[in-house]
């Protein structure tokens, strides 16, 4: 099983980044997927999820209306499209395979002027 995040970087407040999750190793079309990320000191904190259909998506109240995922089984990937950045979005991004406890490295995102 590997989970490779990518698309990470510096952006400034207002920007946008594209996080990839590229996934191998499992039917990943048969899994539900999370992104979460993390503040050094601080707990991992959930972001987003997406059932394995594409039909059921949630995240957490402070990414509503700025972040999108969403997934293409036949890349085997998913994506966070996150737009409107704030300084609070920076952190460690990591993407989960639901209750299997997989988790990617991670990728960082910066946020700041």
């Known amino acids: 099983v590997q989970l490779v995040e990518s698309g990470g970087g510096l952006v400034q407040p207002g920007g946008s980044l594209r996080l990839s999750c590229t996934a191998s190793g499992f039917d990943f079309h048969l899994f539900a997927v999370s992104w979460y990320r993390q503040v050094p000191g601080k707990e991992r904190e959930f972001v987003a999820t997406?059932?394995?259909?594409?039909?059921?998506?949630a995240y957490i109240d402070s990414v509503k209306g700025r972040f999108t995922i969403s997934r293409d089984n036949g890349k085997n990937t998913v994506y966070l499209q996150m737009n409107n950045l704030k300084l609070d979005d920076t952190a460690i991004y990591y993407c989960?395979?639901?209750?299997?406890?997989?988790w990617g490295q991670g990728t960082q995102v910066t946020v700041s002027s």
């Open positions: 989960n395979i639901n209750n299997m406890g997989w």
């Open positions: 997406i059932d394995s259909g594409t039909k059921n998506l």
